[in-house]
């Protein structure tokens, strides 16, 4: 655990990099050679607006990174925070303490309070018109919504009192799983439900990217799944129920033109068609 630590404390950006990257292709591979859903559709084309909405939410992170710096600091001079008041545990269970309640702040609250609040549902529209869903989808986010996510992360520090080397290990955890959970892949029956129960799965949150209501509003975590269960927002869907995209831009000038994507958050509320 302590070597762990170490990397991340010092981690460089081409490693954080790689772990993205690398998390694309190992799913990417895994869709090709065992696809869950069989697409008609030109993967590459479909890959590429997804990778430049990739792009801009590096580009965001990397922009707002000194924010993430400064509420770390913050809470570690002035010993403040959820985590500095623990009392001494072993270091693989405060890791995992911290991992766990970022994940509720960082994931779990922001999305959430994405589908409830109007204002930013109108960014994550552009999330939810995918009607491919795959593990290029894991960042297709408005760089709006990249803002937004990105401020509820730093609210999760400032709360929890994260040290730094702990937010690079969340959002490469957090960056993976979402990777996975997009992916169009299933697992074995018993393993999905096996893990499910802890943590998201492709099948689990597939479910929340069924195009009606009320499936669409279920199913928020990213890394774990205990919060769905806890604040009952779980619902189940067999895959084969699943139809992707959103009610309100069936079109395809909806859901694959980078322009309209763009500005989407701007154009007047639409009604399901």
Excluded: C
Aim: hydrophobic share 45%; net charge positive.
């Amino acid at each position: 655990m302590e070597a762990i630590v170490e990397f991340f404390k010092h981690i460089e950006s081409y490693h954080r990099a790689g772990i993205l990257a690398g998390g694309i292709a190992l799913f990417w591979l895994i869709e090709n050679v065992k696809p869950a859903a069989n697409f008609a559709y030109k993967k590459w084309s479909h890959a590429a607006i997804n990778f430049v909405f990739t792009g801009t939410t590096i580009l965001v992170n990397f922009v707002l990174a000194f924010l993430l710096l400064e509420a770390a600091n913050l809470t570690r001079k002035y010993d403040f925070g959820l985590l500095h008041v623990l009392p001494e545990i072993p270091l693989w269970l405060y890791t995992f303490v911290g991992i766990f309640l970022l994940d509720f702040f960082g994931a779990y609250l922001a999305h959430f309070t994405q589908h409830k609040l109007a204002p930013l549902w109108r960014f994550h529209i552009i999330h939810h018109t995918d009607v491919y869903l795959d593990t290029t989808s894991a960042n297709r986010h408005h760089p709006g919504e990249s803002v937004i996510r990105f401020l509820f992360t730093v609210f999760g520090v400032l709360l929890l009192g994260t040290p730094m080397w702990m937010v690079f290990l969340y959002q490469s955890l957090s960056v993976v799983f979402s990777q996975f959970n997009h992916a169009n892949i299933s697992l074995p029956r018993k393993l999905e439900n096996v893990l499910n129960k802890l943590f998201v799965t492709p099948d689990f949150h597939k479910v929340h990217h069924h195009m009606y209501l009320p499936h669409t509003d279920s199913n928020y975590g990213n890394i774990f799944s205990t919060w769905d269960y806890v604040f009952g927002t779980y619902m189940h869907l067999a895959p084969g129920q699943i139809d992707f995209g959103l009610d309100t831009h069936p079109n395809k000038n909806d859901h694959s033109t980078l322009r309209n994507l763009l500005i989407i958050p701007f154009q007047k509320k639409r009604q399901a068609k």
